[in-house]
């Protein structure tokens, strides 16, 4: 079981768009449209922004937007803001009935 | 509103075993189609899943623990429990417990965490 691949980091201003990617196999992420995010703070419990590759949470912003492409996901924040500095995980259903986490993505804001 | 408890000894030593809890509140355990899993976290290190259950019973873990895992409900007083033996230093961490959604169909699998306890850290001395 191989953890799904994340950038370590990315970066941007405030308003600007990021995109994080999260790189996965064909056995996970290209087999299944259950791929889910997490935002992290410092200190603090994960929260879910995304599950089924696009869908939102009742209360998370849509600002926040999920896509999936072959064995890839991705998660995009438009209009950034100082308040999404955090630490960002995709995660995803994958054979054996077992899950799998991307390594975490540290997002700053310029 | 779920909310989600752990408790746990906080320090323990190489070779022992660990033992959680996690106190689920504002709702059954066994009410509707949610699994309750554990995630932990190690220091500085990313978000590792450890396993899964549902309230019937059913059961899957982290191949890379199954050997040394246990995860467990009690229905009667609304608890997910984990058991970890032979401790190493690596099994130091945050563990989480949180509500596991499900999806049912064609494609039926593991969907969304989505509500999460606040975690209890555990140190592993050698």
């Known amino acids: 079981q191989s953890a799904l691949t994340q950038p370590a980091s990315v970066s941007g201003s405030p308003g600007q768009s990021i995109t994080i990617s999260c790189s996965g196999s064909?056995?996970?992420?290209?087999?299944?449209?259950?791929v889910s995010w997490y935002q992290q703070s410092p200190g603090h419990a994960p929260q879910l922004l995304i599950f089924e590759v696009n869908k939102r949470p009742s209360g998370v912003s849509n600002r926040f937007s999920g896509a999936k492409s072959g064995n890839t996901a991705s998660l995009t924040i438009s209009g950034l803001q100082a308040e999404d500095e955090s630490d960002y995980y995709c995660?995803?259903?994958?054979?054996?009935?077992?899950?799998?986490f991307g390594g975490g993505t540290k997002l700053t804001v310029l | 509103q779920v909310q989600l408890q752990e408790s746990g000894p906080g320090l323990l030593k190489a070779s022992q075993t660990l033992s959680l809890t996690c106190a689920v509140s504002?709702?059954?355990?066994?009410?509707?189609?949610?699994?309750w899993t554990w995630v932990r976290q190690p220091p500085g290190k990313g978000l590792q899943w450890i396993g899964y259950?549902?309230?019937?019973?059913?059961?899957h873990s982290n191949p890379s623990l199954t050997s040394r895992l246990t995860i467990s409900v009690d229905t009667s007083n609304n608890l997910l429990s984990l058991r970890l033996s032979s401790l190493t230093a690596a099994d130091t961490a945050v563990y989480y417990c949180?509500?596991?959604?499900?999806?049912?169909?064609?494609?039926?699998?593991?969907?969304?965490?989505?509500?999460w306890g606040k975690g209890t850290t555990v140190t592993v001395s050698s």
């Open positions: 259950i549902h309230h019937s019973g059913a059961v």
């Open positions: 504002g709702g059954h355990i066994s009410t509707g189609d949610f699994y």
């Open positions: 949180a509500r596991l959604g499900w999806i049912f169909g064609v494609v039926a699998g593991a969907d969304y965490m989505d509500v």
């Open positions: 064909s056995s996970d992420i290209g087999t299944y449209n259950l």
């Open positions: 995660c995803s259903y994958a054979p054996g009935s077992t899950l799998v």
